[in-house]
Nanobody, 124 residues
């Protein structure tokens, strides 16, 4: 039932950093395109970033460009989202998702496997 598992969320002050992790227990991530999505209270879920199976092909949404970076550690079956210079508007539940696709899709529907999410709160 559990597809992907996120970790690393928490409370951080504006300007701080966090690293989110995404992994799976029943399959490997190195052949999958991995995306990060976030949803804040009262807002629709939005795409944040993506790293394709043709690593290091990446995508970053405009609000996080230059601040967020994705990476893989295939030996650990992990995908990371390193977040720096965090702002209060980054506060949201962050989900990772996997797509059986060779490059980052434009539409959320292409991502087949999802995690339950990890809370990121940016506040003084």
């Amino acid at each position: 039932q559990v597809q992907l598992v996120e970790s690393g969320g928490g409370l951080v002050q504006p300007g701080g950093s966090l690293r989110l992790s995404c992994t799976a227990s029943r399959f490997t991530l190195d052949d999958l395109t991995i995306g990060w999505f976030r949803q804040a209270p009262g807002k629709e879920r939005e795409r944040v970033s993506c790293i394709s199976s043709n690593d290091p092909n990446t995508f970053y949404a405009d609000p996080v460009k230059g601040r967020f970076t994705m990476s893989r550690d295939n030996a650990k079956n992990m995908v990371y989202l390193h977040m720096t210079s965090l702002k209060p508007e980054d506060t949201a539940v962050y989900h990772c998702a996997a797509a059986q696709y060779s490059f980052c899709p434009n539409a959320e529907g292409y991502f087949e496997y999802w995690g339950q999410g990890t809370q990121v709160t940016v506040s003084s």
